[in-house]
């Protein structure tokens, strides 16, 4: 969620500190600010409620320079949105820290600190970090060993920078879950929240892993694992530029990745499709013998990656014949779950760093499951390295917070990772050779869908002025209806529902009258004839139905109806294309609307907290 940037050098750092910022801002905040170490060994700070532009001014206004520094924006959790919470936090004039995530047992630690003297300025469980690594090297402790002794009192899933003002050689750093990675210069070092931070000083970097510390110096880097033993981590050298995280033509990053769909889902079907057939080597030397094995399937995961989920389950049930049960992972934790003999237990992750499924993940692992499979567009994430098998979605960096074409890669790869099932099952050659043309047609597809642009920004304006809207969707397009009303309430806060259509009978139609838009997903299906009953029941309460319509399903718009011709899919690929003009909608009601469409208000794209 926060964004985290550190640097050391023999070049004043601040402006690499505020651009990493920037290329953070994605992740969501409310505050930032800059701690450096100056040359006079003192500590300079400067922070501000609101935006990473509000804080370049102020140090423009009143600079603050220096060689080795630390830079956070912060996702508010322990405390409101204040100037004094906002990160980096000190203790005297000595300690600056920066964190991202929870500190769980901050409150004992708080209490102890306060008998010792010390005064708290925030209402954050950072604060106590600082003070406690004060503490440590008051009893005479390096910095590298101070924060491991305070990280040892810590529970709770974190990421913590620490600098000492009296040591000008090193920025120490904690990664206990929440993403870390450094940064490789040459006379000088970085460390970040994410890649994108630091792309303009740097292509090489290291992962961090579960548990590290590391020393980050002008001359090197040390890292320690978990039991303090010095540890060798490989260093990868990306091929993402600077131009890669930059909108370019486009006004928002959002219709910029929107836009981007159909190459990030031809990426994605590189190298899995080989003389018509699906190649099961693709997740991995063992997946065969694995999925050979699998009787049932548990998939967990969340907000957007749950709908993938959701409709994975469809596919895997209709094409595989095997059981699949979805959970969303905050649910998942917290119960007592019965694992059948021979389940397979599948994440679907953007970042591969979501906080409850990761840890759903973990929690899995010690369970009686046959073997773990994470979706993910992040290969050197910690649900990647941890699960058995992995299906990289390869849709690039994605900015804006509502997740775009991450979604529509997870569906194509759980499509994929369907036909690698039931060909373990039942599924001829001959179904398969039938079906893949259609998996094969979904960049096409796509980008034919994307021409309905123009159509649904006029579109946008009967809804730019509603307080509330419902979607409609059956079988495998409710999960899509789910999805259309998730991006229309995060982008343009507008109330959204969805709703299984055949639900409508069960109490949602209550909600039907003249000023509330109803949003219908129906591709010529199996379903269709049900769907239409439904919308009859819509258009007898006097509601405004908007119909996407595959152009073969004679559906024609008429009073209290208006339909928006689609582009014929095949079923199978439906789904995918059918969350276009979703997309689409939302981001044009959004623009009317004048939110922030790539940064909405409370939202953060990593969610790395609980």
């Not at 892993?209 to 590391?214: F, H, K, L, S, V």
């Not at 050979?292 to 998939?299: A, F, L, P, R, T």
């Not at 055949?502 to 139609?509: Q, S, T, Y």
Request: with cysteine; proline share 4%.
């Amino acid at each position: 969620m926060c964004g985290i940037v550190g640097a050391i050098g023999e070049r004043n750092v601040v402006p690499v500190l505020v651009e990493g910022l920037r290329r953070l801002e994605y992740r969501g905040y409310d505050s930032a600010g800059v701690a450096v170490q100056k040359y006079d060994q003192t500590i300079g700070l400067s922070k501000t409620v609101g935006k990473v532009a509000e804080l370049d001014e102020k140090l423009k206004a009143d600079p603050i320079k220096g060689r080795l520094g630390v830079a956070h924006t912060r996702w508010a959790t322990h405390g409101g949105v204040t100037d004094a919470n906002a990160h980096p936090h000190l203790s005297g004039d000595r300690v600056a820290v920066i964190h991202n995530g929870i500190i769980e047992n901050y409150e004992s630690i708080k209490k102890d600190l306060v008998d010792k003297g010390y005064e708290f300025l925030s209402e954050t469980d950072t604060e106590v970090a600082a003070h406690l690594v004060h503490d440590f090297l008051k009893q005479g402790m390096d910095l590298t060993e101070a924060v491991r002794q305070s990280v040892a009192q810590f529970t709770g899933a974190f990421a913590l920078l620490v600098f000492d003002a009296e040591d000008p050689d090193r920025i120490v750093v904690s990664r206990v879950a929440s993403p870390l990675v450094v940064g490789l210069g040459i006379g000088e070092n970085f460390v970040a929240s994410g890649v994108p931070a630091l792309l303009p000083v740097t292509q090489k970097f290291i992962y961090l892993e579960q548990g590290d510390i590391a020393e980050i110096r002008r001359d090197g880097v040390s890292i320690f694992n978990g039991d303090g033993e010095a540890v060798e981590r490989e260093v990868n050298e990306t091929q993402l530029t600077t131009e890669s995280a930059e909108k370019g033509q486009y006004r928002h990053f959002m219709l910029k990745e929107i836009f981007e769909q159909p190459s990030a889902l031809a990426d994605t079907l590189y190298g899995r499709i080989e003389s018509g057939r699906v190649v099961a080597d693709s997740l991995g030397p063992q997946a065969q013998e694995l999925l050979s094995q699998v009787e049932n399937i548990h998939i967990v995961a969340c907000g957007t990656s749950y709908h993938a989920g959701c409709v994975g389950k469809y596919w895997i049930e209709a094409l595989a014949h095997v059981p699949c049960q979805v959970e969303i992972a905050s649910e998942y934790r917290y119960r007592q779950v019965v694992v059948p003999d021979n389940t397979l237990f599948i994440t679907l992750s953007q970042s591969g760093e979501t906080a409850d499924t990761l840890e759903a993940l973990r929690l899995a692992k010690e369970s009686n499951y046959l073997g773990t499979l994470t979706v993910c567009n992040s290969a050197h994430s910690s649900m990647v390295r941890e699960s058995d098998l992995c299906m990289m979605t390869q849709a690039g960096p994605e900015i804006g917070v509502a997740s775009t074409k991450a979604f529509t890669t997870q569906l194509l790869s759980m499509l994929i990772v369907t036909l690698m099932f039931a060909r373990q099952r039942d599924m001829s050659e001959e179904t398969e050779a039938k079906l893949v043309p259609y998996i094969m047609h979904t960049a096409a597809a796509v980008e034919e869908a994307l021409g309905m642009n123009d159509h649904l920004k006029h579109l946008a304006e009967d809804f730019s002025e509603k307080h509330h809207t419902l979607f409609l969707g059956r079988g495998p397009m409710w999960p899509i209806a789910m999805e259309g009303a998730l991006k229309l309430k995060e982008i343009s806060y507008i109330h959204a529902e969805a709703y299984a259509a055949g639900e409508l009978k069960h109490g949602p139609l209550a909600l039907i009258d003249e000023d509330m838009p109803v949003v219908v997903v129906a591709p010529n299906n199996e379903l269709l004839d049900k769907l239409k009953s439904n919308m009859q029941v819509v258009r007898a309460r006097g509601g405004q139905l908007y119909v996407f319509a595959d152009n073969e399903t004679g559906i024609e718009s008429e009073e209290g109806m208006v339909v928006i011709p689609m582009p014929h899919a095949n079923r199978i690929i439906a789904p995918i294309v059918y969350t276009i003009p979703l997309q689409l909608l939302s981001y044009h009601v959004a623009v009317l609307k004048g939110t922030d469409v790539d940064q909405p208000r409370n939202l953060a794209k990593s969610v790395t907290v609980e």
